[in-house]
DNA sequence: TCTGGGGTCCTAGGACCC
DNA sequence: TCTGGGGTCCTAGGACCC
């Protein structure tokens, strides 16, 4: 058995642990840039605001219902995270963090249990120790702990799918779509053939499945029938990207700029890197205007390193030189990023026949740079190349405080 | 005027090898 | 009458997730 928790509209309800005036009024929560809707409260979902509108389409209406908005706090949410992370691996013993508001529970060793009542004990911890209301979903596999957790958020938090006779009826109650696995292509898809609910997926025919969902498709069938084909996955895979993009507050023509940004970019992948303990071999930087204006256009250069690496002068320089080989002027650019790709543990590279590059020193530099950043804040130390004023840098004009990390955000009772 | 960011897995098809 | 068989590696693109 599995148990699946998830925080309910989890941004909005990190706002609200610090803000209790918050509780019962609509809240949403912003992309990066304030630019779209990524997190609703039950009365903001209530009102019709949906997932990832854009913000000002729905303006008028927040504004017309006096919903609290705010721009993300990854800060905050990040180590609210953590305390509910830490929290469910008191609690019980197998724990995936399957993403920042939602981890899997192996309930092997808790069969004996009431798991109904255990499932209680897990959602009223959670909640007394961080502030975070919770769902809990127990299902024989992942897939179907996940789909009682999708009928746990809208009756009173827990669901446990203990006979087959429930399995089959939730199942059966379930769109296609609310499976984890299946998209909206899939859904389009399937509607097509007439299977509009879960079971009626769980019914159709292997051969079928596996033809035109392959073999992911094929698992999904297996887990909603009971046939466990996900491990749990308590040690994460070493990460084989790592992205940083960001659109810019408001366009930018300059070359210098836009080397800026990417440079810092380049910085925080850098320290990304060598936070996985890996290097890398590829490198992709891409920038571009508007998609929704007139004459959308952008650069992408792909770059092979000579040599792995997590150094990052290294990764600034390659990033810059490709920002101003494929840099045009007259362009509005309106986002930037660079994905590090190939990447390796530096124990077992190949060196070049000719390096000429001291390690050690390097290693000892990119250590001092992180010590200082941890402890003193991000950016107390950084490359000029990623500039001083970054008058490009992303709008957030409603964040909250970092109230959990920051000693000057704590909160004051007076 | 204003539209997020960061990931994973799978397959088909081409290039190339013996 | 009618062009072998069996591989690997790489990339682009599509699907999905939060």
């Known amino acids: 058995m599995f148990a699946l928790v998830d925080c309910n509209n989890f941004y909005a309800s990190c706002e609200r642990v610090f803000q209790p005036r918050l509780e019962k009024r609509p809240v949403v929560v912003l992309s990066n840039n304030d630019g779209c809707i990524i997190a609703r409260s039950n009365e903001a ?190 040690q994460p895979d070493p990460k084989k990207n790592i992205a940083m993009s960001r659109m810019f507050g408001r366009p930018v023509t300059e070359l210098r700029e836009l080397e800026e940004a990417i440079a810092m970019y380049a910085t925080r992948a850098a320290e990304k890197l060598r936070g996985e303990g890996l290097h890398a071999n590829n490198m992709l930087v891409f920038f571009y205007t508007s998609p929704f204006k007139e004459g959308f256009t952008g650069a992408s250069l792909a770059i092979s390193l000579p040599r792995a690496t997590s150094y990052t002068p290294d990764l600034v320089r390659y990033a810059t030189a490709a920002v101003r080989q494929e840099y045009r002027r007259g362009n509005a650019y309106i986002k930037a990023g660079l994905i590090l790709s190939e990447l390796t543990s530096p124990a077992r590279e190949q060196l070049t026949l000719f390096d000429p590059v001291n390690d ?55």
């Open 360 to 414: 050690e020193k390097r290693i000892a530099i990119m250590q001092a740079l992180d010590t200082v950043n941890r402890k003193w804040g991000r950016n107390t130390l950084f490359y000029a190349a990623s500039g001083t004023q970054n008058r490009w840098s992303m709008r957030r004009e409603r964040k909250s405080p970092s109230y959990t990390t920051r000693i000057s955000d704590l909160l004051k009772v007076v």
């Open 45 to 234: 979902k209530k009102l019709g605001i949906g997932m990832g509108e854009p913000f000002f389409k729905v303006r008028p209406l927040i504004e017309r219902h006096g919903v609290v908005v705010r721009s993300s706090n990854y800060e905050l949410y990040g180590d609210m995270s953590q305390r509910v992370m830490q929290t469910l691996m008191r609690l019980t013993s197998d724990v995936e963090i399957y993403s920042i508001d939602e981890a899997f529970c192996d309930l092997t060793g808790f069969l004996h249990l009431d798991l109904e009542a255990y499932a209680w004990e897990i959602k009223d911890t959670v909640k007394r120790w961080t502030g975070l209301p919770v769902g809990v979903g127990i299902g024989k596999t992942k897939t179907l702990a996940k789909l009682a957790n999708n009928t746990a958020k809208k009756s009173d938090g827990v669901t446990v799918l203990q006979t087959e006779a429930m399995t089959k009826a939730i199942l059966a109650m379930t769109p296609v779509r609310d499976v984890w696995g299946i998209g909206r292509q899939y859904d389009k898809f399937l509607e097509k053939y007439g299977i509009r609910t879960a079971y009626e997926f769980a019914q159709a025919r292997d051969s079928w499945i596996r033809k035109h969902m392959h073999v992911t498709g094929l698992r999904t069938a297996q887990e909603l029938r009971g046939i466990p084909c996900i491990p749990l996955e308590e």
